[in-house]
């Protein structure tokens, strides 16, 4: 009886602590059932931890930053003694001499300052002319304790030109666009000297420079160099046009505000009651002479000033009244770039109702006109007129002052533009390796009947008179040393000495030779006056001046004279050669790359990558988050529309 009643009571108490489950069979009719009030605790829960670590976060992250900047103020902003500077006698009265009897500036205000500058003081002295792109690219490749450096330069700052068009309208302020010089060169622990250079003394290596003191008197004093290399840049051809002092250039900072005020005091006059229609129309006529990539951007960035703040902030009778016009010289505009990217710059202009005139000259401008002719397709030459109150002049370079005196000191400068320089950049008819020259002023030496003389003597192993095709193959690898650029027009060898031997003996006479030479230089064309070139050839020479001054223990072992310069470029460095990365143009709210054959144009994206390029070539980390900075606010508040 005790074991059934015991089995039981198992049973009953295991049917109380487990019940039987239960199957519930879903009706098809039957609704899902709401979340449980536990779930629902459970999310929010989850949502206002998860938000509270988010704020928490915020706000640590806003002490943190707020910490950083104390503790950055507190080792800034605290007091620095200087007393009792070291300053040679010779640096406050300098010594004078030279053929003008001028003050020499062989010691620096800061030469014994300390003891690295002691040390510098001792090395080679590389002096540079120019703040621009080749000036700043051979600092950046140049290593501290190379040279004791001194720049010479008109303007305190270098300046980042290929933004100038949109610090003329407010899409980016002028300061986002500069680098003070000393800043740059303070990594070097160089000098600076604000002054322009004027002259040159190339047999006593002394640069004569002029200055402006406080009271606007202009003194002038020579700076000694063992190493000079010239970066000042090139001015705007007026091509004899009367009239240019009417006209904006764009070439500085100073340039660019000045456009800026003339836009804006342009549009104001234009809003006032009093203007007449006649008047407004003109104020509101917008000139740009020349259809290359600095007068393209212009008009592009006038148009988006136009379509983008003065049809918000002005009367709309301003934006009604604008008219744009580029005058180009050539059938098209951008004519350097593809064939693709000139026809899509011109399509959009013409969508945006640009005014494009092509194959038309300037003759002349007024304070109130731009006249130019056309030819017509009869042969005919028309004369038109476009009233105006803005014309921008860009057409075209010329000699940069110093660089004109540099040209008329040596007798074998025979270039109009620019000062002749060879494979190495040296400067043709300078003492061999002490001048060199960058930039827009420079141009190198595409001329190769120059050479014959020199190229046959190290070919003719006979000393016939003549070169054979033996000697041929000798000259070709001379000519591509001294002239690199011809390497594309000597790619076919037998081909040329078949072509030029003409009398058929198997050898090239000196009268055949020379006019094989005269055609291949003919065919080589000039490196473009552009950033990309410049900064390539301060870069070269920066290397090139870095292992010099680190090879000369190796060199003077190996008998060469480093400070004569003879054979040490050579030795170093092979002779400088351009690679083109491709050129780029903002057109309105769109861009145009040319990259070595390949054209890519479009809209926003372009306009993007077009800035993200502009942005990295930018010279410092300052000017890039100014930068990033100025086109933030441009796209949230607009450009700013008041007239500094």
């Given at each position: 009886m005790l074991a059934p009643l015991r089995a039981r009571?198992?049973?009953?108490?295991?049917?109380?602590?487990?019940?039987?489950?239960?199957?519930?069979?879903?009706?098809?009719?039957?609704?899902?059932?709401?979340?449980?009030?536990?779930?629902?605790?459970?999310?929010?829960?989850?949502?206002?931890?998860?938000?509270?670590?988010?704020?928490?976060?915020?706000?640590?992250?806003?002490?943190?930053?707020?910490?950083?900047?104390?503790?950055?103020?507190?080792?800034t902003y605290n007091e620095k003694h200087v007393e009792r500077v070291p300053v040679s006698p010779l640096a406050l009265h300098p010594e004078k001499g030279g053929p003008k009897n001028l003050p020499i500036a062989r010691v620096a205000v800061d030469d014994e300052e300390d003891e690295e500058h002691k040390k510098l003081a001792e090395r080679p002295r590389l002096v540079i002319v120019g703040g621009g792109w080749g000036a700043m690219a051979t600092l950046q490749n140049l290593y501290p304790g190379d040279y004791h450096v001194t720049l010479v330069s008109s303007e305190t700052f270098t300046t980042f030109t290929p933004l100038l068009p949109s610090a003329a309208v407010g899409t980016v302020q002028v300061r986002s666009l500069i680098e003070p010089i000393r800043k740059i060169i303070a990594r070097l622990r160089g000098h600076f000297v604000q002054g322009k250079a004027v002259d040159l003394v190339m047999g006593e290596r002394l640069l004569e420079v002029e200055t402006i003191s406080s009271d606007g008197k202009k003194a002038n004093l020579y700076i000694p160099y063992d190493k000079l290399v010239i970066a000042v840049g090139s001015t705007s051809s007026t091509h004899g046009v009367p009239g240019i002092e009417h006209c904006f250039q764009l070439k500085t900072i100073a340039d660019a505000q000045m456009m800026r005020r003339r836009i804006m005091d342009n549009f104001e006059a234009a809003s006032l009651p009093t203007t007449t229609p006649e008047e407004r129309k003109r104020l509101l006529s917008f000139v740009v002479c020349g259809g290359g990539p600095t007068g393209v951007e212009t008009a592009a960035e006038i148009y988006d000033f136009c379509q983008e703040d003065?049809?918000?902030?002005?009367?709309?009778?301003?934006?009604?009244?604008?008219?744009?016009?580029?005058?180009?010289?050539?059938?098209?505009?951008?004519?350097?770039?593809?064939?693709?990217?000139?026809?899509y710059a011109e399509n959009k202009f013409n969508r945006d109702g640009v005014n494009l005139v092509t194959s038309a000259r300037v003759g002349a401008v007024t304070p109130e006109h731009v006249i130019y002719t056309v030819k017509t397709a009869q042969g005919e030459v028309e004369q038109h007129t476009i009233p105006s109150n803005f014309v921008l002049w860009s057409t075209g370079i010329a000699m940069n002052p110093f660089a004109h005196r540099v040209t008329d000191l040596l007798p074998n400068q025979v270039h109009k533009k620019a000062i002749e320089v060879d494979a190495h950049l040296r400067v043709r008819g300078a003492p061999l390796g002490t001048v060199y020259a960058v930039g827009d002023c420079a141009t190198i030496e595409t001329s190769l009947v120059s050479h014959l003389l020199e190229l046959v003597q190290e070919a003719d192993r006979d000393g016939n008179g003549k070169i054979d095709y033996g000697e041929w193959e000798i000259m070709v690898p001379r000519i591509k040393q001294r002239i690199p650029m011809a390497a594309d027009h000597l790619s076919e060898v037998k081909q040329l000495f078949e072509l030029y031997d003409t009398d058929a003996d198997n050898s090239l006479s000196l009268n055949e030779l020379t006019e094989l030479l005269t055609e291949i230089g003919s065919k080589i064309t000039s490196l473009p006056a552009t950033a990309q070139v410049a900064a390539q050839q301060g870069k070269y020479i920066g290397k090139k001046l870095h292992r010099i001054a680190r090879q000369k223990s190796v060199m003077e072992a190996n008998l060469f004279a480093p400070d004569a310069g003879v054979g040490v470029d050579e030795a170093v460095m092979k002779p400088f050669k351009y690679q083109h990365l491709g050129s780029l143009a903002y057109i309105g709210n769109a861009a145009v790359f040319d990259l070595g054959g390949h054209s890519f144009m479009g809209g926003l994206v372009a306009m993007y990558a077009w800035r993200s390029v502009y942005w990295n070539e930018q010279v410092s980390l300052r000017t890039r988050c100014l930068l990033m900075i100025d086109w933030t606010c441009r796209g949230l508040w607009g450009r700013d529309l008041s007239r500094l």
């Amino acid at each position: 009886m005790l074991a059934p009643l015991r089995a039981r009571s198992r049973l009953q108490l295991q049917c109380l602590t487990h019940p039987p489950r239960r199957t519930f069979v879903a009706s098809p009719t039957r609704f899902k059932s709401s979340p449980s009030k536990t779930s629902i605790l459970s999310r929010s829960f989850t949502v206002a931890r998860f938000t509270g670590y988010l704020c928490l976060s915020s706000v640590l992250g806003v002490f943190i930053v707020g910490a950083g900047f104390f503790v950055h103020d507190a080792f800034t902003y605290n007091e620095k003694h200087v007393e009792r500077v070291p300053v040679s006698p010779l640096a406050l009265h300098p010594e004078k001499g030279g053929p003008k009897n001028l003050p020499i500036a062989r010691v620096a205000v800061d030469d014994e300052e300390d003891e690295e500058h002691k040390k510098l003081a001792e090395r080679p002295r590389l002096v540079i002319v120019g703040g621009g792109w080749g000036a700043m690219a051979t600092l950046q490749n140049l290593y501290p304790g190379d040279y004791h450096v001194t720049l010479v330069s008109s303007e305190t700052f270098t300046t980042f030109t290929p933004l100038l068009p949109s610090a003329a309208v407010g899409t980016v302020q002028v300061r986002s666009l500069i680098e003070p010089i000393r800043k740059i060169i303070a990594r070097l622990r160089g000098h600076f000297v604000q002054g322009k250079a004027v002259d040159l003394v190339m047999g006593e290596r002394l640069l004569e420079v002029e200055t402006i003191s406080s009271d606007g008197k202009k003194a002038n004093l020579y700076i000694p160099y063992d190493k000079l290399v010239i970066a000042v840049g090139s001015t705007s051809s007026t091509h004899g046009v009367p009239g240019i002092e009417h006209c904006f250039q764009l070439k500085t900072i100073a340039d660019a505000q000045m456009m800026r005020r003339r836009i804006m005091d342009n549009f104001e006059a234009a809003s006032l009651p009093t203007t007449t229609p006649e008047e407004r129309k003109r104020l509101l006529s917008f000139v740009v002479c020349g259809g290359g990539p600095t007068g393209v951007e212009t008009a592009a960035e006038i148009y988006d000033f136009c379509q983008e703040d003065i049809m918000n902030y002005y009367p709309k009778i301003c934006r009604e009244e604008v008219s744009i016009h580029v005058i180009q010289s050539r059938e098209h505009i951008l004519n350097t770039y593809s064939e693709a990217i000139s026809n899509y710059a011109e399509n959009k202009f013409n969508r945006d109702g640009v005014n494009l005139v092509t194959s038309a000259r300037v003759g002349a401008v007024t304070p109130e006109h731009v006249i130019y002719t056309v030819k017509t397709a009869q042969g005919e030459v028309e004369q038109h007129t476009i009233p105006s109150n803005f014309v921008l002049w860009s057409t075209g370079i010329a000699m940069n002052p110093f660089a004109h005196r540099v040209t008329d000191l040596l007798p074998n400068q025979v270039h109009k533009k620019a000062i002749e320089v060879d494979a190495h950049l040296r400067v043709r008819g300078a003492p061999l390796g002490t001048v060199y020259a960058v930039g827009d002023c420079a141009t190198i030496e595409t001329s190769l009947v120059s050479h014959l003389l020199e190229l046959v003597q190290e070919a003719d192993r006979d000393g016939n008179g003549k070169i054979d095709y033996g000697e041929w193959e000798i000259m070709v690898p001379r000519i591509k040393q001294r002239i690199p650029m011809a390497a594309d027009h000597l790619s076919e060898v037998k081909q040329l000495f078949e072509l030029y031997d003409t009398d058929a003996d198997n050898s090239l006479s000196l009268n055949e030779l020379t006019e094989l030479l005269t055609e291949i230089g003919s065919k080589i064309t000039s490196l473009p006056a552009t950033a990309q070139v410049a900064a390539q050839q301060g870069k070269y020479i920066g290397k090139k001046l870095h292992r010099i001054a680190r090879q000369k223990s190796v060199m003077e072992a190996n008998l060469f004279a480093p400070d004569a310069g003879v054979g040490v470029d050579e030795a170093v460095m092979k002779p400088f050669k351009y690679q083109h990365l491709g050129s780029l143009a903002y057109i309105g709210n769109a861009a145009v790359f040319d990259l070595g054959g390949h054209s890519f144009m479009g809209g926003l994206v372009a306009m993007y990558a077009w800035r993200s390029v502009y942005w990295n070539e930018q010279v410092s980390l300052r000017t890039r988050c100014l930068l990033m900075i100025d086109w933030t606010c441009r796209g949230l508040w607009g450009r700013d529309l008041s007239r500094l």
